[in-house]
C-alpha cells in the first residue's frame, strides 16, 4: 500500500489559500487535505465547496477532503462538482451512512469514513461489512482546531484496523489526522497507517524539514 503525507490546508494563510497549496505542490507532495467544517458537528467553521472548487483550477493535487459537518449527506454533490477526489464523512452524526457513501461512490469518487477519538473501532463494522471505502480516517484530535496535541491512544484503533484489513481482505487506507508529528509517524507505521495529515508540523518545518518528514512516512520522493 502507498503512504503520503497530506499537509491540512486548515494550517495556511486563509487569506491566501492557494499559498499553502504552492508549498505543498512545490515540496512535491501528492495529497492536500481540506478540512470542511459546519460549527455544528466541531466548534469551528472552515470553508466550503466555491473555495474547493477555486483551489481545484489552481492544482493538480489529490484532494482528500474530510467533511466534519452534521449534514455532509446534504452537500456531497456539491464537493463532488468542486472537485474532490476523495470525500471522507464521519460515523457519529446520524444521517444515512450508507446511501452517502454509495451517492460519492456513484459521483466517480473516492470514499473514506472517520471516527473521533471516542468513537471504537466497532462503531464503524457494520459499515465495512456493507460497503467497501478506500479510507478508514482514525482523528487523532477531537476535531475542530489545527495545534493540539496527537491523542496516541487512537494507535490501538488503528492496529485493530490494519488487522481488519488484513483479515476481511479490505483495502482501505488508514490515516491519521490532528496533531501528527514527525515523531508520531513511526509509531504509526508500526500499526498500518498509510496516510499522514499534518498541518502545523508541515508548514511551521522549512522546505528541508518537510521533506524529510514526508520520506519518513514512507512516501516516494
Ligand atoms: C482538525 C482537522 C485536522 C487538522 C490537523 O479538526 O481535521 O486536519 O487540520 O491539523 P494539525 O496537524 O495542525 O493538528
Ligand atoms: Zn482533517
Same mark, same amino acid.
Given at each position: 500500500?502507498?503512504? #503520503?503525507?497530506?499537509?491540512?490546508?486548515?494550517?495556511? *494563510?486563509?487569506?491566501?489559500?492557494? $499559498? /499553502?497549496?504552492?508549498? %505543498?505542490? +512545490? @515540496?512535491?507532495?501528492?495529497?492536500?487535505?481540506?478540512?470542511?467544517?459546519?460549527?455544528?458537528?466541531?466548534?469551528?467553521?472552515?470553508?466550503?465547496?466555491?473555495?474547493?472548487?477555486?483551489?481545484?483550477?489552481?492544482?493538480?493535487? #489529490?484532494?482528500?477532503?474530510?467533511?466534519?459537518?452534521? *449534514?455532509?449527506?446534504?452537500?456531497? $454533490? /456539491?464537493?463532488?462538482? %468542486?472537485? +474532490? @477526489?476523495?470525500?471522507?464523512?464521519?460515523?457519529?452524526?446520524?444521517?444515512?451512512?450508507?446511501?452517502?457513501?454509495?451517492?460519492?461512490?456513484?459521483?466517480?469518487?473516492?470514499?473514506?469514513?472517520?471516527?473521533?477519538?471516542?468513537?471504537?473501532?466497532?462503531?464503524?463494522?457494520?459499515?465495512?461489512?456493507?460497503?467497501?471505502?478506500?479510507?478508514?480516517?482514525?482523528?487523532?484530535?477531537?476535531?475542530?482546531?489545527?495545534?493540539?496535541?496527537?491523542?496516541?491512544?487512537?494507535?490501538?484503533?488503528?492496529?485493530?484496523?490494519?488487522?481488519?484489513?488484513?483479515?476481511?481482505?479490505?483495502?482501505?487506507?488508514?490515516?491519521?489526522?490532528?496533531?501528527?508529528?514527525?515523531?508520531?509517524?513511526?509509531?504509526?507505521?508500526?500499526?498500518?497507517?498509510?496516510?499522514?495529515?499534518?498541518?502545523?508540523?508541515?508548514?511551521?518545518?522549512?522546505?528541508?524539514?518537510?521533506?524529510?518528514?514526508?520520506?519518513?512516512?514512507?512516501?516516494?520522493?
Amino acid at each position: 500500500m502507498k503512504n #503520503f503525507l497530506a499537509p491540512s490546508i486548515l494550517a495556511g *494563510n486563509h487569506a491566501n489559500l492557494s $499559498d /499553502a497549496l504552492n508549498i %505543498a505542490e +512545490s @515540496d512535491g507532495r501528492k495529497w492536500i487535505h481540506l478540512d470542511i467544517m459546519d460549527g455544528h458537528f466541531v466548534p469551528n467553521l472552515s470553508f466550503g465547496p466555491q473555495t474547493v472548487s477555486d483551489l481545484r483550477k489552481k492544482s493538480e493535487l #489529490f484532494f482528500d477532503v474530510h467533511l466534519m459537518l452534521d *449534514n455532509p449527506d446534504l452537500y456531497i $454533490d /456539491a464537493f463532488a462538482e %468542486a472537485g +474532490s @477526489d476523495l470525500i471522507t464523512i464521519h460515523i457519529e452524526p446520524n444521517y444515512n451512512h450508507i446511501e452517502t457513501v454509495q451517492r460519492i461512490q456513484s459521483l466517480g469518487k473516492k470514499v473514506g469514513i472517520a471516527i473521533n477519538p471516542s468513537t471504537p473501532v466497532s462503531g464503524i463494522i457494520e459499515l465495512l461489512e456493507q460497503v467497501d471505502v478506500d479510507l478508514v480516517l482514525c482523528m487523532t484530535v477531537n476535531p475542530g482546531f489545527g495545534g493540539q496535541s496527537f491523542i496516541g491512544d487512537v494507535l490501538q484503533k488503528a492496529n485493530q484496523l490494519k488487522q481488519l484489513r488484513e483479515t476481511s481482505n479490505k483495502k482501505f487506507l488508514i490515516e491519521v489526522d490532528g496533531g501528527v508529528c514527525p515523531e508520531h509517524v513511526k509509531p504509526c507505521l508500526d500499526v498500518g497507517v498509510n496516510i499522514f495529515v499534518a498541518g502545523t508540523a508541515y508548514f511551521r518545518e522549512s522546505s528541508a524539514g518537510r521533506s524529510v518528514f514526508a520520506r519518513s512516512t514512507g512516501e516516494e520522493i
